[in-house]
């Protein structure tokens, strides 16, 4: 089993629609959880750390589910620069960073 | 502003030649890694380095090696390269915590080696 599973999409909205998805970890130990976008053939680049008690930045939302280990992400007000890749990482063993496979998204016109 | 780069940016080579790929940062971070990225796989470690000198494996080892002479530069070597080493490699840096909790990670722009 993968240590963290990600539906890959593709999640085709409109601009202006709200997109959101998940992803489950299977270690319980986790302890710190991310999002990263990644752009085609570009590298990952931090979107936002995900706090337990949930947390905003701008048009994006991130919670934390420990109890059925999953996070999620909730995009509003969805912009076509907004169209990307969106990994989830979670730590793992040794505090090393486990990725998913990645959810894309395209925001059409 | 990038504080961390990679080299060569594209390589194809043939199957059978050793390659080595460098990773050159600027932030003075403790750690660094290499990872590697297939459709479908996400991005799988390497291995990485936790100071100079000192490396572990990651959880996908096998046929690669890394050195760390210097706090700025993580090389990536494959002593024999092969077909399923066709791959996009990523390098990346962190400041790590105190206890050795590793915290975001920063990623360079990535190497496309093609292995014919």
């Known amino acids: 089993r993968k240590e963290v599973e990600q539906d890959p999409g593709p999640f085709n909205v409109p601009e202006g629609a709200t997109v959101a998805f998940n992803c489950t970890y299977s270690?319980?130990?986790?302890?710190?959880f991310f999002w990263y976008r990644q752009d085609c053939r570009k590298e990952p680049k931090l979107l936002m750390s995900?706090?337990?008690s949930g947390n905003e930045d701008g048009r994006f939302t991130a919670q934390l589910n420990r109890a059925s280990q999953y996070i999620s992400l909730l995009i509003r007000d969805s912009k076509l620069s907004d169209s990307a890749t969106y990994l989830c990482?979670?730590?793992?063993?040794?505090?090393?960073?486990?990725f998913g496979a990645g959810t894309t998204v395209t925001v059409r016109a | 502003d990038a504080g961390i780069t990679q080299s060569p940016r594209h390589k194809v080579t043939e199957t059978g030649t050793p390659v080595t790929l460098r990773c050159h940062q600027t932030?003075?971070?403790?750690?660094m890694y290499w990872y590697r990225q297939d459709p479908g796989h996400g991005l799988r470690l390497i291995h990485y380095?936790?100071?100079?000198?000192?490396?572990d494996k990651g959880e996908v080892s096998d046929g690669y090696s890394v050195s760390r002479s210097k706090t700025e530069d993580f090389l990536l070597t494959l002593e024999s390269a092969t077909s399923s080493q066709t791959s996009v490699y990523f390098c990346?840096?962190?400041?790590?915590?105190?206890?050795?909790?590793?915290?975001?990670?920063?990623f360079g722009p990535g190497t496309r080696l093609t292995v014919l």
């Open positions: 990482v979670v730590t793992s063993r040794d505090y090393k960073l486990s």
């Open positions: 270690n319980s130990a986790s302890q710190s």
């Open positions: 995900v706090y337990s």
């Open positions: 932030e003075n971070h403790r750690y």
């Open positions: 380095s936790y100071g100079v000198k000192d490396t």
């Open positions: 990346a840096m962190g400041p790590g915590l105190a206890g050795g909790q590793t915290d975001t990670q920063y």
